[in-house]
């Protein structure tokens, strides 16, 4: 009853009609990150908030991962 659980860039399959028909799609973002790349916060250190149903501050990291330092 629920979907595949998969990558958030593997190919999904082919967009099916139109003038993309073809394409294949090949990644997916979700609400926040796309927000960040909507807001082309695309250079480590560039931060973006969001407000809706919740208030999210992400920031790009760059390549590497950063833990927090409180353990939360």
Do not use: H, W
Request: aromatic share 6%; charged share 10%; hydrophobic share 35%.
């Amino acid at each position: 009853m629920l979907p595949r659980i998969s990558s958030s860039s593997e190919i999904y399959g082919p967009v099916s009609a139109g003038p993309l028909e073809g394409v294949p799609i090949a990644g997916i973002l979700g609400d926040q990150q796309a927000a960040l790349v909507g807001q082309a916060c695309f250079e480590p250190g560039q931060a973006k908030n969001t407000y809706g149903t919740g208030c999210f501050l992400l920031l790009n990291t760059g390549t590497r991962a950063v833990r927090s330092g409180t353990g939360c």
